[in-house]
């Protein structure tokens, strides 16, 4: 009995400590790296300590664990063959957010708990935002911080998911509102073309499963406004943001000096492939042959081919293809249950911000930059989370009624 009592207490104290610490984890976010750092170490051992007092499996299978394996054991083998092997080795260790994933998709949370931890998520953003946009304008400086807009990109779609599609109360409409505009400014402070266009793409795919006519009425209407703003305004600062997005590598543009490192690091990936086509330099280790000592690669799937070869990148493009698999086999099987139910909703605007976050890695590095990489692994596995939870209700409920049916 006291052995009982014990191991009871003690997954209990667990499951405080995982979810206490993954509001924890949100709120540091933008505050500390090394914060934020605590906040997932402090998550997991929680974690670990509910599912072995309670004699449960440490990770159950979703189908993403066998891509990830091969992921990090093709840059393990590629390191052997870097140029700086250590270096390359302690890269690898932004992937450890990997296991928040896991540790959500194994966890089964309330849904009451789920819906908290989204409204700060949002308050956070909203916050930060805030922050950014004051000391904006406080230093006078030339561009917001990008991680920022990079954030923003994944917490926009979710926003205006809840928005057009939930049933929400005119007080919380009121504060999405607000926090939707506040975004939206913080994100053209940045002046991230990339930010923009992953944006647009989330908020697009959030829309064509409201409706499809509203998608295409919002891209004709996005379309003309680009076209307006570039004839009769090209010298503004929304302009050249535009013109810079719609022809990269322009002379002109609000970034130039960006467009022509980027040009240069297509140029060095191509000469490192001609001579290690298969491991690459190892990960992480671009800058060591660059042409410009000092510049990191922040093209992730090129960083990727070039410092991965083919053996890492075919691991890269197996585990994003996995992962997008994943995302719509769960909104299809919550459209299933109940289209456009709180859990459907989230499920669309989480593979919605997923798609912002691959978008963004076409000219950003977002798999091997931390701050992001822990961020959209925290939102898939609140996906997997919900997923499961609701998978677990609806079982419950087949059974009660099969329980009926047998007794009556």
């Known amino acids: 009995m006291y052995r009982k009592i014990t191991t009871t207490t003690i997954g209990k104290f667990g499951d405080v ?28 051992t929680g974690y670990t300590i509910n599912r072995f007092s309670n004699k449960k499996p440490l990770f159950c299978i979703t189908g993403i664990e066998r891509p990830m394996g091969i992921f990090m054991l093709a840059l393990v083998l590629t390191s052997l063959f870097s140029i700086n092997p250590l270096y390359s080795l302690s890269s690898i260790g932004n ?67 809840l928005l057009i599609m939930d049933q ?19 994100s053209f402070l940045s002046f991230s073309r990339i930010a923009w266009l992953g944006t647009f793409s989330s908020v697009i795919l959030v829309l064509f499963y409201r409706n499809w006519k509203l998608s295409s009425w919002f891209v004709s209407m996005i379309i003309l406004a ?19 997005i719609i022809n990269p590598f322009q002379q002109g543009g609000i970034r130039l000096g960006s467009n022509l490192e980027r040009l240069q690091m297509i140029k060095d990936t191509i000469s490192i492939l001609k001579k290690d086509l298969l491991t690459g330099i190892g990960p992480d280790a671009y800058k060591f042959v660059s042409t410009d000592k000092h510049m990191r690669i922040s093209m992730d799937y090129v960083q990727i081919l070039a410092t991965s070869g083919l053996v890492g990148f075919s691991a890269y493009a197996w585990l994003i ?10 909104e299809k099987e919550n459209r299933k249950r109940e289209a456009f139910s709180f859990y459907h909703i989230l499920s669309i605007c989480f593979f919605a911000a997923f798609l912002g976050f691959l978008i963004c890695g076409s000219f950003e590095p977002m798999f ?7 961020f959209i692994m925290l939102l ?11 998978k677990h209700e609806s079982n419950r409920e087949i059974n009660r009624q099969f329980t009926t049916v047998s007794h009556g």
């Not at 929400?168 to 913080?186: G, P, T, Y």
């Not at 680009?226 to 010298?235: E, G, N, Q």
């Not at 293809?321 to 769960?330: E, G, P």
């Not at 091997?368 to 822990?374: N, V």
Request: with cysteine; hydrophobic share 55%.
């Open 17 to 44: 400590l995982f979810r206490s610490s993954l509001i924890f984890f949100v709120i540091s976010l933008p505050l500390s790296i090394a914060v934020n750092e605590g906040a997932f170490w402090l998550a997991l």
């Open 95 to 161: 992937l450890r957010y990997f296991l928040l994933y896991l540790m959500l998709a194994s966890y089964r949370l309330e849904r009451d708990f789920i819906e908290r931890l989204v409204g700060l998520i949002i308050l956070m953003a909203t916050a930060w935002s805030v922050y950014e946009i004051f000391k904006y304008f406080q230093t006078q400086s030339s561009r917001l911080d990008i991680y920022t807009a990079h954030i923003n990109t994944l917490i926009i779609p979710l926003i205006i998911g």
């Open 168 to 186: 929400i109360e005119k007080r919380r409409q009121a504060f999405l509102l607000f926090s939707l505009c506040v975004l939206l400014i913080a």
């Open 226 to 244: 680009a076209f307006v703003t570039i004839l009769y305004h090209p010298d503004s600062t929304t302009g050249k943001l535009i013109s810079s």
């Open 321 to 330: 293809f996995t992962f997008i698999q994943r995302c719509f086999l769960i």
């Open 368 to 374: 091997f930059s931390s701050k992001r990489l822990r």
């Open 380 to 390: 898939l596995g609140m996906n997997e989370c919900l997923f499961k939870f609701y």
